[in-house]
């Protein structure tokens, strides 16, 4: 399958077999949300498995089959994801049924087929195990076992992301609570350095710099330290810390990075009560950062960031409503995280490498040196600016480029199960490129459509930005 002729379109058909036409190690990054287990149908054709078993994706009659199943089709995933890729998965767990004990092959799982044949009870070849029963009312588990399963076959899991819901759906239990979140997981392939950058240069290349064996002023540099004033002593008259005595200490410009990761920042929601409580108030001491009972984080290099702090890993974010006759479509906030730190904006035509969105280096402000104002535009408190004597300045310094001298074009994102296509949506709008599969013709036809609407917006949209 040629890359043009599927950019920015959705390919009709089933997530394994399209994903096996694709050509290898083209996305930055996937994004999905499966159907979930035992939960609803999504009027597909009846599959026919490797393993045998023929039916819906989500309807196996055991959950450990469908885990198997999920995991066959982001094993694809991972031959089409580049090696600095990632994959997000959202998904929710299923209640054992309610009519007993959900054993394999039990009831409400007769519709299936094996071989061309209507069977009673639904064959299926045994899988790596079969669960033998999860008695009813019970959680099955499903995205703990789906985590566990991709681990278990190579994948990285750095994050679970619970997606709380504050609009969630009510439930009609009065035995347990009602469930307002879902997970939501990042799994990455390589957990090895694949590409350097340097800040200083503004260069990304896939082959080991020299660091700090290299060339002073572009590969590395001295620092005077700010610590001891450049004296190379402490306070106490005992060597410094930091630069071991010399004043000055050495700064490798090049850093590594094991996968494609664009941090995001959120806004502090309360005051730090780090650093001598709310107020930052010494306690007895006469040093900014005397008597807070901090005895590590003094000496410290980095402080709280007046820009924001690192994003959390609860997401709080409401259902969207949509007209459309599907009913499993996540939100679009939900999924612009996941793009904007995983799929690049742009990446280079000829090696493919990604332009990487370089953060300044941390920048030394003098107690109170006009960071008021700045936190006060930041939303932060000002108080532990006033008191901040460093941070990572977590500014966009520019981007640091491969040696192409080529075109650049928009990072890739993968969806294969495309549904309603808010995967495309979202990614159009933060100006990247996607490519969808869905095995249900009407959403094909109904996303496409959408997915139209939303381009002839944007171009709307990019054509008055350049009329002001
Ligand atoms: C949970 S929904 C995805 C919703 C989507 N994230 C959105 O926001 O609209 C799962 C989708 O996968 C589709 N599907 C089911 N089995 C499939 C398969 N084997 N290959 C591709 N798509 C499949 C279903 O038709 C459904 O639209
Ligand atoms: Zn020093
Ligand atoms: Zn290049």
């Given at each position: 399958m040629n890359l043009e002729t599927i950019l920015n379109s959705i390919i009709p058909g089933d997530a394994l077999k399209v994903q096996r036409e694709l050509p290898e190690g083209i996305f930055d990054c996937a994004v999905t949300s499966p159907p979930y287990w035992a939960l609803r149908k999504y009027d597909t054709e009846g599959l026919v498995w490797e393993d045998g078993w023929r039916g819906e994706l989500g309807s196996e009659p055991d959950p450990l089959l469908y885990i198997d199943h999920l995991v066959q089709i982001f094993m694809e995933t991972w031959r089409v994801l580049k090696p600095g890729g990632s994959l997000w998965v959202n998904i929710s767990d299923t209640y054992s049924g309610s009519g007993g004990d959900h054993l394999p092959g039990a009831g409400r799982y007769k519709h299936i087929q094996y071989q061309g044949?209507?069977?009673?009870?639904?064959?299926?070849?045994?899988?790596?195990?079969?669960?033998?029963?999860?008695?009813?009312?019970?959680?099955?588990?499903?995205?703990?076992?789906?985590?566990?399963?991709?681990?278990?076959?190579?994948?990285?899991?750095?994050?679970?992301?619970?997606?709380?819901?504050?609009?969630?759906?009510?439930?009609?239990?009065?035995?347990?609570?009602?469930?307002?979140?879902?997970?939501?997981?990042?799994?990455?392939?390589?957990?090895?350095?694949?590409?350097?950058?340097?800040?200083?240069?503004?260069?990304?290349?896939?082959?080991?710099?020299?660091?700090?064996?290299?060339?002073?002023?572009?590969?590395?540099?001295?620092?005077?330290?700010?610590?001891?004033?450049?004296?190379?002593?402490?306070?106490?008259?005992?060597?410094?810390?930091?630069?071991?005595?010399?004043?000055?200490?050495?700064?490798?410009?090049?850093?590594?990075?094991?996968?494609?990761?664009?941090?995001?920042?959120?806004?502090?929601?309360?005051?730090?009560?780090?650093?001598?409580?709310?107020?930052?108030?010494?306690?007895?001491?006469?040093?900014?950062?005397?008597?807070?009972?901090?005895?590590?984080?003094?000496?410290?290099?980095?402080?709280?960031?007046?820009?924001?702090?690192?994003?959390?890993?609860?997401?709080?974010?409401?259902?969207?409503?949509?007209?459309?006759?599907?009913?499993?479509?996540?939100?679009?906030?939900?999924?612009?995280?996941?793009?904007?730190?995983?799929?690049?904006?742009?990446?280079?035509?000829?090696?493919?490498?990604?332009a990487y969105p370089l953060m300044g280096d941390p920048v030394s402000i003098k107690d109170g040196g006009g960071c008021k104002n700045l936190a006060d535009e930041l939303g932060t408190s000002p108080t532990s600016a006033l008191r901040t004597k460093q941070w990572n300045s977590h500014k966009h310094t520019g981007y640091a480029k491969c040696a192409c001298d080529a075109e650049f074009k928009p990072g890739l994102v993968l969806d294969m199960f495309m549904g309603t296509g808010r995967t495309g949506i979202v990614a159009r709008k933060l100006n990247r490129n996607y490519v969808g599969i869905e095995l249900n013709q009407k959403y094909v036809k109904m996303a496409t459509n959408e997915l139209r609407i939303c381009e002839d917006i944007l171009r709307e949209e990019r054509k008055q930005l350049t009329i002001f």
């Open positions: 044949k209507q069977i009673d009870k639904p064959y299926f070849k045994t899988p790596a195990m079969t669960l033998k029963s999860i008695r009813a009312k019970s959680q099955c588990c499903i995205p703990e076992r789906l985590k566990i399963a991709m681990v278990d076959n190579g994948w990285i899991c750095r994050d679970t992301i619970i997606w709380y819901k504050p609009n969630g759906i009510p439930e009609s239990c009065t035995d347990r609570f009602t469930r307002n979140f879902e997970y939501f997981y990042h799994f990455v392939k390589s957990n090895r350095t694949i590409y350097w950058t340097n800040s200083k240069t503004k260069v990304i290349t896939d082959k080991k710099p020299p660091g700090t064996k290299g060339i002073e002023g572009e590969d590395w540099d001295y620092k005077d330290c700010e610590y001891c004033s450049k004296t190379g002593k402490d306070g106490n008259g005992n060597i410094c810390y930091r630069c071991k005595g010399k004043g000055k200490y050495l700064i490798n410009h090049w850093t590594g990075h094991d996968y494609y990761f664009e941090q995001q920042l959120e806004k502090y929601t309360s005051e730090l009560d780090r650093w001598g409580g709310p107020e930052f108030k010494p306690v007895g001491g006469k040093g900014w950062n005397e008597g807070t009972g901090q005895e590590l984080d003094r000496i410290r290099d980095v402080r709280p960031n007046p820009y924001g702090r690192n994003k959390r890993s609860v997401w709080k974010i409401k259902l969207q409503p949509s007209n459309l006759p599907h009913f499993a479509a996540y939100p679009e906030a939900l999924i612009e995280t996941p793009i904007m730190s995983c799929c690049p904006e742009f990446v280079c035509t000829e090696c493919g490498l990604p």
